[in-house]
């Protein structure tokens, strides 16, 4: 099994930064993909930007240039740095760890908060 704990939402003005953390726990092996999504009241989970075990990341287009992931293999952790946040960003931002061919664990979700 597979814990994750996010940290690091809040409430930001827009044009403001924030940066989330996830700790992964359990037994976790070397080669894994770690990653964030988000949702909002009434849409479907979705992809913000991931990393794997050997640093590729990718992006979802909306936040290219504004937000940065990084991890840690180490600890086990991923970071999300979001800068230029807009009020479209808001919404429960879920940690995620996967293995190939497997399904995701996820975090409990940290609410990121924008106001105009």
């Known amino acids: 099994q597979v814990q994750l704990v996010e940290s690091g939402g809040g409430l930001v003005q827009a044009g403001g930064s924030l940066r989330l953390s996830c700790v992964a726990s359990?037994?976790?092996?070397?080669?894994?993909?770690m990653g964030w999504y988000r949702q909002t009241p009434g849409k479907q989970r979705e992809l913000v930007a991931d990393?794997?075990?050997?640093?590729?990341?990718n992006y979802v287009d909306s936040v290219k240039g504004r937000f940065t992931i990084s991890r840690d293999n180490a600890k086990n952790t991923v970071y999300l740095q979001m800068n230029r946040l807009k009020p479209e960003d808001t919404a429960v931002y879920y940690c995620t760890l996967r293995y190939v061919g497997q399904n995701a664990y996820w975090g409990q979700g940290t609410q990121v908060t924008v106001s105009s």
């Open positions: 990393i794997s075990s050997s640093g590729f990341a």
């Open positions: 359990g037994n976790i092996f070397r080669i894994n993909t």
